[in-house]
């Protein structure tokens, strides 16, 4: 094998954690920066940081060391994206992987996606976006549908509970807590779903259809009492799960869906079932259904959003310059994988 790729980590929350040791003994993968949004992680063991032992390399807010340090690789794993910083790492000529899933198509805005393609040719780089839905699991969808004859509608579904994920912020901001009919609700949980437009417009390019539009429902659940998380307070009667759908059509009727039931416990009206994990579905001949569960109580969240990122890294190294995300990867795996050491947790 041939040396290890230099990658640098920027942020360190719960998925940049995860990120961190998933690179640490990677075999194919060297940690050698970090990018710390917080000021007080400054000067902090990035090991110390993502909850395993120290590693000698420290977290600082300094862009133009970490960039001095010619990284082959950025895993890019803030909570909202700085578009100056990402052209800035992909001119410098650093590839960049993130599991902000809307750099992948036009989320952000089609001169957003210009801006940021534009940037990676001139530094003769690539810009690659995943996680686990969107990402992965619709890839392994993918990969399910070539057992068929004919395909009526492909879909993914994720069903969890999500008390274990500790993100208030990320939670408010998706409505959660507040009243069923307030209007701004269903706006507010279709923001968040925008990453899932993208992914239904890359899957439905590789399955090489037309969409005439994506269609957007949802319906939410009410808490039954005021419950304490431990992170947040949810009031009773006020939103604390939801059931939807993102539908992309063709010809008048639903080809392509992503779907989701998220929960915040299960005391709430309505209390869907949860499968605790992804279905993926093929209406057709055959049909075909493929379910993603952990073995065990629960998927951790953050480190099935971040491997498939940064078991990407070597691929997208190798590929060619500008947004790579459309098909235009061989299938990600967990290459190298068998033979790596586990880093060592603290606690």
């Not at 869907?272 to 493929?290: A, K």
Request: proline share 6%; net charge negative.
């Amino acid at each position: 094998m041939a040396d290890p790729l230099r990658v640098v980590q920027w942020t360190t929350g719960k998925t940049g954690s995860a990120a961190v040791r998933g690179m640490v003994g990677h075999p194919a993968l060297e940690l050698v920066g970090c990018y710390a949004y917080s000021p007080e992680k400054v000067g902090q063991d990035v090991g110390t940081l993502a909850g395993i032992e120290p590693i000698g390399l420290r977290a600082t807010d300094d862009i133009d060391a970490l960039l001095a340090l010619a990284p082959e690789c950025v895993s890019y794993m803030p909570f909202r994206p700085d578009f100056d910083h990402v052209v800035r790492i992909l001119e410098s000529g650093s590839n960049l992987v993130t599991t902000m899933y809307m750099f992948a198509g036009v989320g952000y805005g089609e001169d957003v996606t210009l801006r940021l393609d534009d940037a990676a040719r001139r530094g003769q780089s690539s810009l690659y976006a995943s996680g686990i839905y969107p990402g992965h699991a619709p890839m392994v969808a993918l990969a399910a549908s070539a057992m068929c004859t004919r395909i009526d509608c492909i879909s993914v579904l994720e069903s969890l509970d999500m008390s274990g994920y500790a993100n208030e912020q990320m939670f408010r901001a998706m409505s959660i807590d507040r009243a069923v009919d307030d209007p701004e609700a269903p706006t507010m949980i279709e923001a968040n779903c925008g990453s899932f437009k993208d992914q239904i417009r890359v899957m439905a390019q590789a399955l090489a259809v037309e969409l005439d539009e994506i269609r957007f429902e949802v319906e939410f659940g009410a808490a039954n009492h005021t419950t304490d998380f431990g992170f947040m307070t949810v009031q009773q009667g006020n939103i604390s799960g939801y059931k939807g759908v993102l539908s992309g059509m063709h010809g008048g009727r639903a080809v392509v869906q992503c779907k989701f039931v998220w929960k915040l416990g299960h005391d709430m009206t309505p209390n869907w079932p949860v499968e605790d994990g992804y279905v993926l579905e093929i209406e057709g001949d055959p049909s075909v259904r493929v379910r993603l569960e952990p073995i065990g109580p629960h998927f951790d969240g953050a480190t099935t959003t971040a491997m498939p990122v940064v078991n990407a890294i070597p691929a997208v190294v190798a590929a060619p310059p500008g947004i790579v995300n459309r098909m235009d990867l061989p299938f990600v795996k967990g290459t190298h994988l068998l033979t790596r050491a586990d880093p060592v947790r603290v606690g």
